[in-house]
């Protein structure tokens, strides 16, 4: 069974201070996307990473794709009450089914 | 601004009766997927589609959930009968998606939140 785990599954810290969320595989994925869901919405795509090593940033969050394409790491710097919510990592595969592997999510709460 | 939107978004049933869910993907896309979102087991994929037809319904309980797409701009799930244990909250998602791609992405409705008593 092709897994993503995500570490930690819950975390709660104090607006300013910054987190690491993390998402590994035993499996390789041509691609791996995060998603930020909030309370009675549905998940909202952040960003794909397709490259071994890629980085990409969005604002306060930067992305992290593994060398092997097994794992990826989503830090946010400086949190703010509005990054409170779920997110989700999910990996497609190379034959591109449009079918992603979604891990279990972590739940991120930022207190003022 | 293209979305996916389900009805109902809240539903509270009894034991026994049918259920109906929505979806009306965004106007383009090819493939169109639902989830199952509970506490426990997280975002769980029941079925999808690609022209409307099915690809892999695996993730689905085959005695009581059946997922039909009608035409292209309605996608159903229902749940005949209903138990407590399908209490849960069912998404929707659409995407384009194309072998010359090397990814696709999905864009999700709100869900629809059932309850069944």
């Known amino acids: 069974t092709q897994l993503l785990e995500q570490s930690p599954q819950f975390l709660s810290i104090q607006e300013g201070e910054n987190l690491t969320v993390y998402c590994n595989s035993s499996?390789?994925?041509?691609?791996l996307q995060w998603y930020r869901q909030e309370p009675g919405e549905g998940p909202v795509l952040l960003v794909t990473v397709v490259t071994g090593g890629e980085v990409k940033k969005l604002k306060r969050l930067t992305f992290q794709f593994g060398d092997a394409r097994k794992d990826s790491s989503l830090h946010i710097t400086a949190a703010q009450p509005g990054d409170t919510g779920l997110y989700l990592c999910a990996g497609g595969r190379s034959s591109n089914t449009g079918k992603l592997i979604f891990g279990q999510g972590t739940t991120l709460q930022v207190k003022p | 601004d293209a979305r996916v939107t389900q009805t109902p978004r809240h539903k509270v049933t009894e034991m026994g009766q049918e259920v109906t869910m929505r979806c009306q993907p965004i106007?383009?896309?090819?493939?169109v997927f639902w989830y199952r979102q509970t506490m426990m087991q997280g975002l769980e994929l029941l079925a999808y589609?690609?022209?409307?037809?099915?690809?892999?319904d695996s993730g689905m309980p085959k005695d009581r959930f059946s997922a039909e797409m009608p035409d292209a701009t309605l996608a159903t799930l229902k749940i005949q009968p209903s138990e407590p244990r399908d209490s849960a909250v069912y998404f929707c998602a659409s995407g384009l998606v194309l072998r010359t791609l090397r990814y696709n992405e999905q864009f999700f409705g709100p869900g629809t939140r059932l309850t069944v008593l």
């Open positions: 589609f690609r022209n409307r037809a099915p690809l892999d």
């Open positions: 106007l383009g896309h090819n493939t």
């Open positions: 499996s390789v994925f041509s691609s």
